[in-house]
Structure formats: C-alpha cells, structure tokens
C-alpha cells in the first residue's frame, strides 16, 4: 500500500534520534517510529515525522549454565535473527521463523506464533524516552507484555526501541504440538535427533501453507488483520452452544480465546474480493492486497467485517495491526 510522509529520517544510531526530533517542528505534530512497516496500515499520508529505525548489530553478551544472552540492534530484520540463531544451533527463536518485520517491533506487539511469544525469549528492551530524551533500560518484567500488547504499544508515541535482549535457554525444549507442526516435521522425512533449524523449516513450511509471505509474488498483508477476541466464560460457553465447532482457548482469569478467523469464515467473508483487496482464500483472517488496493480500500473492507461479524456473533473484533493516522474511526 503506498504512502507518503511528510519527512522521513532512518535512525541508524541511537545518537540519530535527538537530531531527528529536531526536525520536528518543521514535520508537522505527528510522530512515527516504524520498523519494517509490515504491521502497519496508512489508509492516507502521514501527516509528519517518521523515525524509520534501522540500527544494526547482533552483539554476544555472555552466558552461565541455563542461557545465552544476545543484544540485538533494533533495525535486524527478525526472521534473519531467526536464521542467525537457529544456524548456530541456538534454541529459542524457531517457533517465530518468518514472522515479518524488524527486533524492534517485536516486542512492541509482543509477536508469537505456535505456542511461543517474544516474551519467552526476551531478558530486557532498551529505549529512547522521546519525552524525556535519554535512554532507558527495561527488564521484560517490566515491559507488561500481554497478548500482541506490551507498555510500548500503550504508550507507543514514547519510546523508540534501540536494542532487544534476549536469553536463549540452552536446553532445546522444542514446542511442536501446534496443529500441523508434528505433520510438517513428519513431511521433513529426516533422520536423527530435532534441532532448532529443523523446527524453524517445519514453522516455515507450515506458515508458507497458509499465509502469504513478503516475497514479491505473494499479495500484500499485514499478516493477521484482527486479534482473537478475549470474551468471558459465560459467553464463550453461550456461544458454543449455539456453536458446538466455534474453537476456545483458555486464557486464564476467567477468559476465554476465540478464534476471530472462524468467526470470519463462518460469516462467509473468506475469499471474498472487493476490487484488490480481499480476504485471503487460505486464511480468514488475512487481508491482502491483490494490487492496487489502497489503504482506505482495506480498511473499508475490515470495517464491514467488524459490523458482520459484530452482527452475527456480537463480538467486535479488533484491529491487530496500527491503522494510521489514528481516528476516532479506527478505534485504536
Ligand atoms: N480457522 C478458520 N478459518 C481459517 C483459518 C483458521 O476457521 O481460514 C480457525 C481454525 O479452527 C484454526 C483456528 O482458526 O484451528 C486458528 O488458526 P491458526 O492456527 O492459523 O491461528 P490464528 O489464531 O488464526 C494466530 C496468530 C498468528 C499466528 C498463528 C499461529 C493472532 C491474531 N494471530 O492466528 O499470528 O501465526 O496464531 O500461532 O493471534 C500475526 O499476528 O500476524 C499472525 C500471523
């Protein structure tokens, strides 16, 4: 999806970013910090400062007997993180293979996939405070991930993110029990002990099949369009009566998970098209972009998904990646 910003400044050192804010008064009042722009929807232009961050650097920090401790510039891009770590035979990462998008954002959404989360693997977030200008060390206790939550997506025009560091645990637990995991590893046909890289080609292999990647041939995406909702138990349990297949997931405190793509299917959206964007015929809760979309095309569709399904089921289901600029139309 194409857009322009009024200014955009690559921070390729942490000593960029006062230089960057600077610029400011001369940008306009709004204020972006972007990684990849693979979780991000502009449906107009940015109507200001964007801080592309792009800081390099996968440093080694030590280790003792349970972990390996990384620090990780902000700019990497994650899935070659990913390849970097499971290459060396280092556990922790495989399960987030082929996720889009740089370290930097990963916690902010606290990314996860197949059973693991950035917050398994993460010992502290460093930040620039853009209020206070100075750096800022989080321990992850204090980075209050939840689910794709985190302090930095509450208070997201704060901080800029400049480093993740990670503990990689040295004993390989690996996490295959994911539906199509086991049968992805299966299809592997290999003999031998599983490593972390063989479970990263198994995550990849299961990805690939259902969602579309970065790669130029595949259509646009910002990878899951919605959150799956948490709803209580009462209405979990009134909705599968109604519902016996609607899947749930126990999420503690009383919550239950749903799953937002087979509310979408079930509301008959899969596959649908409305010019170039679409619902992706492999998974529902895909948008994509076949073309020409415009943002405010796909944000048009996403918006009679929500009043369907909020019709249908009387859930409302919310954006899982930033709609931008932010209105009072976008609920974020
Ligand atoms: N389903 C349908 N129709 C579909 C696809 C799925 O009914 O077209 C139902 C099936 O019952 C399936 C269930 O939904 O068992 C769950 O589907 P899936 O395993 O693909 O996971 P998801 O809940 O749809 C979440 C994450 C993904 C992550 C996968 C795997 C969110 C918002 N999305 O999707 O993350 O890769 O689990 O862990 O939590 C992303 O955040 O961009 C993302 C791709």
Redesign the pocket.
């Known amino acids: 999806v194409d857009a322009c910003a009024r200014c955009l400044v690559r921070i390729e050192t942490p000593t960029d970013i006062p230089a960057a804010l600077a610029l400011q008064p001369h940008c306009g009042a709004d204020r972006l910090v972007l990684g990849g722009g693979s ?1 991000v929807l502009f449906t107009a232009d940015f109507p200001g400062l964007v801080m592309q961050v792009a800081i390099p650097g996968i440093q080694w920090l030590g280790e003792d007997e349970l972990y390996r401790y990384l620090s990780v510039g902000a700019g990497v891009n994650w899935h070659a993180l990913v390849r970097w770590s499971v290459e060396r035979d280092y556990a922790g990462l495989e ?1 987030l293979a082929l ?1 889009p998008g740089t370290v930097g954002a990963a916690p902010v ?1 606290n ?5 693991v989360e950035l917050a398994d693997v993460c010992r502290a977030v460093e930040a620039y405070d853009l209020e206070q200008g100075r750096m800022h060390r989080f321990a992850a206790a204090d980075c209050r991930f939840g ?2 939550d985190s302090r930095f997506k509450q208070e997201a025009s704060r901080w800029l993110i400049t480093a993740v560091e990670f503990a990689l645990p040295k004993v390989f637990e690996p996490k295959t029990d ?3 995991v086991e049968a992805a590893l299966a299809a592997q046909g290999a003999a031998g002990p599983l490593t972390p890289r063989r479970l990263a080609d198994a995550i990849e292999a ?2 690939r099949s ?2 579309p990647s970065l790669e130029a041939d595949q259509p646009g995406s ?7 909702p948490l709803v209580c138990t009462e209405l979990a349990e009134a909705l599968a009566k109604r519902y016996p ?1 609607l ?1 749930r997931y126990p999420a503690g405190e009383g919550r239950v ?1 749903l ?8 509301a008959g959206w ?1 596959g649908v098209r409305r010019g170039d964007a679409g619902v ?1 015929d ?5 948008l994509v972009n076949y073309g020409r979309a415009s943002g405010a095309d796909i944000w048009a569709l996403a918006k009679e998904i929500i009043a369907s399904v909020q019709e249908r089921f009387g859930i409302t289901l919310e954006p ?2 930033l709609i931008l600029p932010r209105d009072a139309d976008s609920g974020v």
Do not use: D, M, T
């Not at 910002?222 to 799956?228: D, E, I, L, R, V």
């Not at 492999?282 to 895909?286: E, Y």
């Open positions: 979780n399960n996720i959404q990314i996860g996939a197949y059973g689910y794709r994911y539906p199509g299961v990805r259902k969602l910002a990878g899951s369009f919605f959150k799956n297949a899947p998970k799953s937002a793509a087979w509310l979408i299917e079930q899969k992706y492999r998974h529902a809760l895909v899982e990646p």
